[in-house]
C-alpha cells in the first residue's frame, strides 16, 4: 500500500536534521530499553502493585537506582515523542499535534516527580533501624504516593491519543505508525511488565522506530 506523505518546499538546513536525528537516535535507544526493562522488572512477592519490605530492604539501593532510572528515561523519551510528532505534523493536524505535545510534557513532570517520590518513599521507609511497618504505612497511603504517577500516565495517554489524530490527518507517516500509538490505551489494563507487557511494550516500540525514522528523514527534505 502506498503512503500519502506531505512534502513542504521547505529545505531543512544540516544542522537541524543532525538535531532531529539525536533526538530520534535518544527516542529509540529508549524505547528499546523500556522493553528491556519492562521484562526484567520483578513484580511484588504477593501480587498487587505495591511492594512489600520483604521485597525492597534487602535491595534498596537497587530499587532507589531503578526507580531514578525510570524516571530519567521518561524525562528523556516522551518529549523526544512529542517533539519529534510535531516536527512531523507541520500543517494539517499541527495543532492537534501541539495540544498533544504540551498535554504529553505536563504529564511526564507530574509522572517523573510521582516516580522521584515513589523512589524516596520506599528508600527512606526501609533504611536499617526503621519500623519494617512503615512502608506498609505509606503503601496505605496510596493517594499521596501514586496520584502525581497516576495524573502524570494519564495526560501522557491522552497526550499520544490527541497527537495520533494529527499524525493520520497529516498523512505524514504511513498510517500503521498512529494506529499502534494507539495501543497505549491499553497500558492501563494490560500489567507493563513481564511477558504481558509485551503485548503494548512491542507495538508501541515499532511506532517509535517508525516515528524516529519517518522525523529524520523528513528532515533531510
Known amino acids: 500500500?502506498?503512503?500519502d506523505t506531505v512534502r513542504t518546499q521547505t529545505v531543512t538546513d544540516p544542522v537541524t536534521r543532525n538535531r532531529v536525528?539525536?533526538?530520534a537516535v535518544l527516542f529509540s535507544a529508549t524505547s528499546l530499553i523500556a522493553v528491556g526493562g519492562g521484562l526484567l522488572w520483578p513484580e511484588p512477592a504477593a501480587g498487587g502493585d505495591t511492594y512489600a519490605y520483604s521485597d525492597i530492604q534487602p535491595d534498596r539501593a537497587m530499587w532507589w537506582g531503578l526507580l531514578l532510572a525510570l524516571s530519567s528515561m521518561l524525562v528523556l523519551n516522551v518529549p523526544a515523542?512529542?517533539?519529534l510528532t510535531t516536527f512531523l505534523v507541520r500543517r494539517r493536524g499541527a495543532r492537534w499535534a501541539t495540544v498533544g505535545g504540551v498535554m504529553m510534557w505536563i504529564g511526564t513532570?507530574?509522572?517523573a516527580t510521582g516516580v522521584a517520590g515513589w523512589a524516596a518513599a520506599y528508600y527512606f521507609a526501609t533504611a536499617p533501624g526503621v519500623d519494617a511497618g512503615l512502608?506498609?504505612?505509606?503503601?496505605d497511603d496510596w493517594a499521596h504516593l501514586f496520584v502525581p504517577l497516576m495524573?502524570?500516565?494519564l495526560l501522557v495517554a491522552l497526550g499520544t491519543?490527541?497527537?495520533v489524530v494529527g499524525l493520520w490527518?497529516?498523512?505524514a507517516v504511513p498510517r500503521w505508525i498512529p494506529l499502534l500509538w494507539l495501543t497505549i490505551v491499553a497500558t492501563f489494563v494490560v500489567p507493563g511488565n513481564g511477558i504481558a507487557g509485551l503485548a503494548t511494550a512491542v507495538p508501541m516500540t515499532a511506532a517509535a522506530l517508525g516515528t524516529s525514522y519517518y522525523a529524520w528523514r523528513r528532515a533531510g527534505q
Open 1 to 3: 500500500m502506498s503512503v
Open 21 to 23: 536525528g539525536l533526538v
Open 81 to 83: 515523542q512529542a517533539l
Open 109 to 111: 513532570a507530574l509522572y
Open 135 to 139: 512502608i506498609e504505612k505509606i503503601n
Open 151 to 153: 495524573i502524570g500516565s
Open 161 to 163: 491519543v490527541v497527537q
Open 169 to 171: 490527518r497529516s498523512r
